[in-house]
């Protein structure tokens, strides 16, 4: 996520100092990614040194407001016509997870995979009773939970996907966990030397 790009466009609207801002995130995000103020502030502090923003004197309460500049507008228009790259994503923890267990000896993908749909398909059904519940919220709120839609139905397909060619692959039997033990998925499991001998 962007911090730099989503106060620039915040200020857009006009000057705003640092817990507007934070504020303005949040609601136009619905709350789903929460801001630190000391990262909105750091970020501020960037943006200025850049020329991308200015600070303007301290308002009666002793808040200092922030306008765009004339720089920062061309920044801002640059990256809203410049499309997302897969690399400016962040790592993907459930690939790098299901890659790994694939990977190493004594894990049951086939419980992780479906452990992990049936925590997707929970999230989904909350996101879905929400957007019905929400019908009339705000458009940028809508956008935003539908976008968590969307991912987690390509999140349950892909998991789909996935444990079909885990079914087709030939994978070293995972270890048994007996009933009461630490969970493996939250857990790293003893390796059960027997089994390497």
Known sequence: ??????????????????????????????????????????????????????????????QRPYRITETGRRHLAGWFASPVQAADRPRDELTIKLALAVTTPGVDVTDVI???????????????????AEEHAELAWRLVLESMIFRAEAEIRWLDHTEAVVARAELPAPFPFAVGEPDPAEATPELDRSRTN
């Not at 790009?5 to 817990?19: D, F, I, N, T």
């Not at 501020?44 to 303007?56: G, I, S, Y």
């Not at 049936?118 to 957007?131: N, P, V």
């Open 1 to 62: 996520m962007s911090v730099k790009h989503s106060l620039l466009a915040l200020l857009e609207r006009g000057p705003a100092y640092g817990y507007q801002l934070r504020a303005a995130f949040e609601s136009a995000t619905g709350n789903t990614w929460p801001l630190n103020i000391g990262q909105v502030y750091t970020t501020l502090n960037r943006l200025e040194r850049d020329e991308l923003v200015e600070a303007l004197p301290e308002n009666d309460s002793g």
């Open 114 to 132: 479906q452990r992990q749909r049936g925590a997707t398909l929970r999230l989904l059904q909350e996101y879905t009773r929400l957007k019905s």
